[in-house]
């Protein structure tokens, strides 16, 4: 899963970096932030079916074969946008996230460069903003990781177990 999340990810964001910085009146400060926010969105809807099928393999513990039965049922029941269960909250997460990211990134990158005199990033200069601000954004936006993992195994058991009970259990005026 991580294959898909990344190629969409970088190479979204890589051609948005492009494209930003190739308008007139530009503002650089700003195209991480906007190119990773942008980028960070297109994969998490793109990738999102396979996320809630990952979580749900995780949380269920189950076959590939009863993962599908299980999913199957969910879209003929619920219809396609159902795999898409917890976006909003993913979505919450991850454009923040990336938008934290590579804005720290790039003042870290900016700021060491400086600091050490160096014209171009070194290895040590980019794996050190990249962890800094990896750590920073994930501290901040991990309650919302806690809460799409929780809508993607609780909400989706909910739905299951309502319609399960309003098919079987006898309605009010019914024997």
């Known amino acids: 899963m991580a294959v898909p999340v990344t190629t969409i990810y970088f190479t979204c964001y890589n051609q948005l970096c492009r494209a930003l910085k190739n308008r007139p009146g530009k503002n650089d ?3 991480p932030v906007i190119a ?3 980028s960070r969105f297109s994969s998490a809807t793109v990738v999102s079916p396979l996320e809630l ?8 513990r189950s076959s590939y074969k009863q993962l599908y039965l299980h999913t199957s049922t969910k879209v003929a029941t619920d219809g396609w946008f159902s795999l898409w269960q917890g976006w909003t909250s993913t979505v919450l997460r991850d454009v923040p996230f990336s938008a934290m990211y590579w804005c720290n990134c790039e003042r ?8 050490v005199g160096a014209n171009e990033y070194t290895f040590f200069v980019s794996f050190t ?3 800094a601000s990896g750590s920073i954004a994930a501290v901040v936006t991990q309650p919302f990781d806690v809460v ?3 809508w993607q195994t609780q909400l ?8 399960f009970h309003r098919g ?4 009010p005026g019914q024997l």
């Open 156 to 163: 989706w058991e909910n739905e299951t177990l309502k319609k």
């Open 29 to 31: 400060e700003h195209i």
């Open 108 to 115: 870290f990158k900016k700021m060491m460069c400086k600091e």
């Open 36 to 38: 990773g926010s942008l």
């Open 129 to 131: 903003s990249g962890a």
């Open 148 to 150: 799409k993992t929780h």
């Open 53 to 60: 099928v990952r979580t749900q393999m995780q949380y269920r």
């Open 168 to 171: 079987t259990v006898n309605q």
